[in-house]
């Protein structure tokens, strides 16, 4: 991804005042000062279009042979339609019941066919790997992983290796007992809704 790519990412998340800064608690768990706030950009369909253009021509660059686009619930949903409406792929998409990620009911093709995962934010791989994992239990083969925002810098690797992104960058993630955002009493904050407790 090239530094002028990265930069406009960067660039439309800001325009869209999808880059938060304060307190706020991941979906992992962990506590950071950034959050990448995706609602932002699907309340501005041109400006989520820009991105998946941009994550389309990635993907087709490496031109895996897949069937369908698969993205977690919620925020993922309207990126990886989106992206599968541009590849004239098939979509599908999983969410948590009980805690536990699963394929929403009704998409009977998905069983033993190729996938791409398409997600919002990585930040540890763990709602990426809960996917891949529901996936391999329908023998789904998964032919590439994208994200639009990696905030590991790269660091997080599924099956070993890193994970496609538009931008990449390293964004301090703490653990709740070591936050220095805790230790100075800032409010925290628990944006978006993966169902995730």
Wanted: proline fraction near 4%; hydrophobic fraction near 40%.
């Amino acid at each position: 991804m090239s530094q002028n790519r990265s930069e406009l990412i960067l660039n439309l998340f800001k325009e869209s005042n999808a880059l938060l800064k304060g307190h706020f608690k991941l979906t992992s768990g962990k506590h950071s000062e950034w959050y990448f706030e995706k609602i932002k950009l699907i309340e501005r369909p041109l400006v989520l279009e820009k991105i998946i253009d941009l994550l389309v021509e990635e993907i087709n660059k490496e031109a895996p042979e897949f069937d369908y686009v698969v993205s977690p619930a919620y925020g993922g949903i309207a990126i990886g339609f989106l992206t599968a409406l541009k590849l004239n792929k098939l979509f599908a998409f999983t969410q948590r019941v009980e805690e536990k990620m699963t394929v929403r009911s009704g998409f009977s093709g998905l069983d033993k066919s190729r996938a791409i995962i398409v997600e919002d934010i990585l930040t540890t791989g763990g709602s990426i790997q809960e996917v891949l994992d529901c996936l391999q239990q329908k023998e789904v083969e998964v032919t590439g992983i994208y994200c639009l925002v990696d905030r590991s810098g790269g660091e997080v690797l599924i099956q070993g290796k890193p994970v496609r992104s538009l931008l990449s960058l390293k964004v301090e993630a703490y653990e709740p007992d070591s936050c220095p955002l805790c230790q100075q009493g800032l409010p925290l904050v628990k944006p978006g809704a993966s169902d995730k407790k």
